[in-house]
């Protein structure tokens, strides 16, 4: 057996998993696409960056049951929930992008040891 075994093969981890790994793709296709169709190339390649990363951190540790990787990812759908909540011209689509992230880590959360 592998070291880098995959914590469960349950549907509901995989379905959460996967709307968590499209949810950060998807968010970071957009950052970057946005990089060169609007004017502030620094505002979104940070953004793009972050989802990038959130979606590496999906990939391997998350996929591993590392606890650390679930509550890291809840920076995602922060991370999407506090721009919308001052912009109301993306307000529906990235607060729609984070229900979806909240809904995966919550589908996900069985698979991950607690501490009782």
Known sequence: M???SIV?????????????IVSAALM????????????EPVLFTGFA???TYALLVILVPFRRGEKWAWMA?????TGLAL??????????????????????LLMTLPAFPSKR
């Open 83 to 104: 721009p919308a909540a001052f912009d109301p011209d993306i307000m529906f689509f990235y607060f729609g992008v984070a229900a979806i992230c909240v809904a995966g």
């Open 49 to 51: 960056f972050f989802d």
């Open 8 to 20: 469960s093969d349950s549907t509901r981890f995989k379905a959460g998993w996967g709307a968590l």
């Open 73 to 77: 990812v809840w920076l995602l759908p």
């Open 28 to 39: 970071a296709l957009v950052h970057f696409s946005l990089i060169f169709i609007l004017g």
């Open 2 to 4: 592998l070291a880098s």
